[in-house]
């Protein structure tokens, strides 16, 4: 299935929103943590499908290798955002704080059954500072 960028961006604030709801009751943690990772994943996946030209098929495989990742930090350098994130945490170190919390996120704490605090990573995710409203001022 194909995702435009207008559905990758629905997704990052269906996501946000779940991670929300999750996040307020201490056994959801979990469910809220990963929800949350994944509305940064969709968030920079709609940046990234701002850089493509309607109806052209990608021709490096290794590109498209690239994008097809759950790394935040590599879709971070796909999506060409590091040297903006890097210019706007010297000025909003909240925002630096926020990343180092988020960076670290990967789609394998589906497996994880405890230690993951899902309130934690949506408050850096979402918060007035967070990543997402960061990358939705680029999307």
């Not at 949506?122 to 960061?134: N, Q």
Request: hydrophobic fraction near 35%; proline fraction near 2%.
């Amino acid at each position: 299935m194909i995702l435009t960028r207008n559905q990758f961006q629905r997704l990052a604030e269906i996501r946000a929103r779940e991670a929300g709801s999750l996040s307020k009751s201490p056994r959801n943690q979990l469910g809220a943590y990963y929800l949350a990772g994944y509305a940064v994943e969709c968030a920079l996946k709609a940046c990234i499908a701002k850089k493509t030209r309607r109806h052209e098929f990608p021709r490096d495989r290794k590109y498209v290798e690239k994008v097809y990742t759950h790394d935040l930090q590599a879709l971070m350098k796909e999506a060409g955002l590091n040297n903006l994130l890097e210019r706007e945490i010297k000025i909003n170190k909240a925002l630096g704080t926020n990343w180092n919390t988020v960076k670290i996120w990967s789609e394998q704490s589906r497996y994880e059954i405890s230690g993951l605090k899902g309130k934690d990573l949506y408050l850096a995710v979402t918060g007035t500072d967070g990543v997402l409203p960061w990358i939705k001022r680029l999307w």
